[in-house]
């Protein structure tokens, strides 16, 4: 049984959801403001081992094109650097549209602005973490 680190990385905060201890449902986690690279990884690290967490998924932002741009270059040097911090291999995932998704939902939901401000992010997370949960199952 596996549980499941995924973060949305942006450019002020990241967002934070965990799955269970099976690594079947996920469920957002935390807002983390964002400090840097370096900081930012720290934080990880603290949650990874507070939570159990043996493996990482970091949304990646693609373009619609599917093509990567300047953002996932960022991605992917906070991922490297989320290795180097606390040694799990750290994989990637598709994010295209969870941010729309979540707030979507949200909206839905009747969650105030201020409100949907603070927690679009750790469920745009969530909805990529559950993708990609569901893609493992399947296989």
């Known amino acids: 049984m596996t549980r499941i680190l995924g973060i949305d990385h942006g ?14 449902l996920a ?6 403001a964002s400090l840097g690279d370096q900081r930012d990884a720290a934080e990880i690290a603290r949650i990874v081992a507070e939570e159990g967490v043996e493996r ?4 990646l932002p693609l373009m619609l094109s599917g093509e990567e741009g300047e953002q996932a270059a960022r991605v992917r040097r ?3 650097r989320l290795s180097e911090v606390h040694g799990l291999a750290v994989e990637y995932w598709d994010e295209r ?14 969650a105030k602005r201020d409100r949907r ?13 559950q993708g990609y949960a569901d ?3 399947r296989q």
């Open 11 to 24: 450019g002020k905060r990241l967002g934070v959801a965990i799955t269970d201890p099976d690594g079947i």
């Open 27 to 32: 469920t957002p986690h935390a807002v983390v």
């Open 56 to 59: 990482i998924v970091l949304g």
């Open 78 to 80: 906070f991922g490297a």
């Open 97 to 110: 549209l969870t941010t729309v998704y979540a707030t979507r939902m949200l909206r839905l939901s009747g």
């Open 117 to 129: 401000k603070l927690l679009v992010d750790s469920l745009a997370a969530a909805a990529m973490l």
């Open 135 to 137: 893609s493992r199952r």
